[in-house]
T-cell receptor, first 114, second 112 residues
Framework: AQSVAQPEDQVNVAEGNPLTVKCTYS??????LFWYVQYPNRGLQFLLK??????LVKGSYGFEAEFNKSQTSFHLKKPSALVSDSALYFC????????????FGKGTMLLVSP | NAGVTQTPKFRILKIGQSMTLQCTQD?????MYWYRQDPGMGLKLIYY???????DKGEVPNGYNVSRSTTEDFPLRLELAAPSQTSVYFC???????????FGPGTRLTVL
């Protein structure tokens, strides 16, 4: 079975400060990891994914994520937060199989204050 | 290029009523998915399809049915609505199981 944990329900950051949204995973095998963002009353939007290779993955809107196999983590980061980054962020994991489906975490609300 | 479209946007059902949530994508994606989102619970996969004529259950399939007769359409059927099916429903599509998924705007369903 595969699972994802997002230990923080909410993260508060001041605009201009770096932000980190945490994600840990559990799978039997090599994971494929994703981050999605959801703005109010909208569907989810893809931010970035880790398949293999470089542990630091760069994605949309200046976000990046670091894959750490020993800590089974895939934290989302951004060097300088914007108020417009305020949204709900989801981490997701899957394995490469015949029919791969994503397992999502519960989500972390990011609030960036001016 | 509309991406993934869903209808209706909102719906209120009475217990025991039936309805179909429509989903259409214009990206020629093979994979399509139905999720439900409940507050604080993330997204749960209801059903998915890897191509026309092929569907399979996800994590929470009870009370729902799907069909996939074309690449573009993936309707979700609720046969006997129950209050536990009050949720926001999202349809998504992707090239493959490892590709980025594109989500529709969602359908907010209330069962009273």
């Amino acid at each position: 079975a595969q699972s994802v944990a997002q230990p923080e329900d909410q993260v508060n950051v001041a605009e201009g400060n770096p932000l980190t949204v945490k994600c840990t995973y559990s799978v039997s095998g090599n994971p494929y990891l994703f981050w999605y963002v959801q703005y109010p009353n909208r569907g989810l939007q893809f931010l970035l994914k880790y398949i293999t290779g470089d542990n630091l993955v760069k994605g949309s809107y200046g976000f990046e994520a670091e894959f750490n196999k020993s800590q089974t983590s895939f934290h989302l980061k951004k060097p300088s937060a914007l108020v417009s980054d305020s949204a709900l962020y989801f981490c997701a994991v899957t394995l490469d199989g015949r029919y791969s489906t994503l397992t999502f975490g519960k989500g972390t609300m990011l609030l960036v204050s001016p | 290029n509309a991406g993934v479209t869903q209808t209706p946007k909102f719906r209120i059902l009475k217990i025991g009523q039936s309805m179909t949530l429509q989903c259409t994508q214009d990206m020629n994606h093979n994979y399509m998915y139905w999720y439900r989102q409940d507050p604080g619970m993330g997204l749960k996969l209801i059903y998915y399809s890897v191509g026309a004529g092929i569907t399979d259950k996800g994590e929470v399939p009870n009370g729902y049915n799907v069909s996939r007769s074309t690449t573009e359409d993936f309707p979700l059927r609720l046969e006997l609505a129950a209050p536990s099916q009050t949720s926001v429903y999202f349809c998504a599509s992707s090239d493959s199981g490892l590709a980025a998924q594109f989500f529709g705007p969602g359908t907010r369903l209330t069962v009273l």
